[in-house]
């Protein structure tokens, strides 16, 4: 019969504990408590993997207590796409969230200069999940939307002249998408 791993120390625990409560103060301020929970929950498994059932367990408590709503939140570069889409023009993720923050909806956040969080007004358009790089061992917040900000969106761009129309590939063009030259008469 194989050995369990053994906990560590109720010492180790809290000196881990104080110092990963401190990083989350610290990198994710004012943002839900779930969110943090889990944040520290697989820190302290990432710290402390003999703990990794202990905190499977309490990540799935949290996350049961608070769902998500059932409908399909967006990145930005889905609002960019379906924009595009409804304004026939180009509109990039980066303009997305340069409007987003010219509507009062997100601001960057206090220490990650590439991370946004939600203002008081922008709760009621989108929500800040917790999300782990599937590609390396970043793990952080990230701001998802729901579907009704399209509308202050698209009238936000409408009003905003100064985005350049362009087809795909980045240029400007007359031919239509997928088609023949339109001819003028």
Same mark, same amino acid.
């Given at each position: 019969?194989?050995?369990?791993? $053994?906990?560590?120390?109720? =010492?180790?625990?809290?000196?881990?504990?104080?110092? &990963?409560?401190? +990083?989350?103060?610290?990198?994710?301020?004012?943002?839900?408590?779930?969110?943090?929970? $889990?944040?520290?929950?697989?820190?302290?498994? $990432?710290?402390?993997?003999? #703990?990794?059932?202990?905190?499977? +367990?309490?990540?799935?408590?949290?996350?049961?207590?608070? !769902?998500?709503?059932?409908?399909?939140?967006? @990145?930005? #570069?889905?609002?960019? %796409?379906?924009?595009? =889409?409804?304004?026939?023009?180009? &509109?990039?993720?980066?303009?997305?969230?340069?409007?987003?923050?010219?509507?009062?909806?997100?601001?960057?956040?206090?220490?990650?200069?590439?991370? *946004?969080? +939600? %203002?008081?007004?922008? %709760?009621?358009?989108? +929500?800040?999940?917790?999300? @782990?790089?599937? %590609?390396?061992? *970043?793990?952080?917040?990230?701001?998802? *939307?729901? =579907?009704?900000? &399209?509308? !202050?969106?698209?009238?936000?761009?409408?009003?905003? @002249?100064?985005?350049?129309?362009?087809? !795909?590939?980045?240029?400007?063009?007359?031919? !239509?998408?997928?088609?023949?030259?339109?001819?003028?008469?």
């Amino acid at each position: 019969m194989a050995a369990k791993e $053994q906990l560590p120390s109720v =010492e180790e625990l809290k000196h881990s504990v104080a110092s &990963i409560n401190f +990083l989350a103060d610290y990198l994710f301020g004012e943002v839900d408590s779930a969110i943090k929970q $889990q944040f520290k929950a697989n820190a302290l498994a $990432q710290q402390h993997p003999e #703990t990794t059932a202990i905190v499977k +367990l309490a990540t799935d408590l949290i996350a049961q207590s608070h !769902p998500l709503p059932p409908e399909e939140l967006l @990145t930005v #570069t889905q609002l960019a %796409t379906k924009l595009s =889409e409804i304004l026939s023009k180009k &509109i990039s993720a980066k303009q997305v969230n340069s409007a987003l923050q010219e509507l009062g909806f997100q601001e960057t956040h206090p220490n990650q200069s590439r991370s *946004w969080q +939600l %203002t008081e007004a922008g %709760t009621a358009y989108g +929500l800040v999940l917790a999300t @782990t790089s599937k %590609t390396n061992s *970043w793990s952080g917040t990230r701001v998802k *939307w729901f =579907e009704k900000v &399209i509308s !202050p969106l698209t009238e936000y761009f409408s009003d905003h @002249t100064d985005v350049p129309s362009s087809a !795909p590939n980045g240029r400007n063009s007359r031919k !239509p998408i997928g088609g023949a030259p339109q001819l003028l008469s």
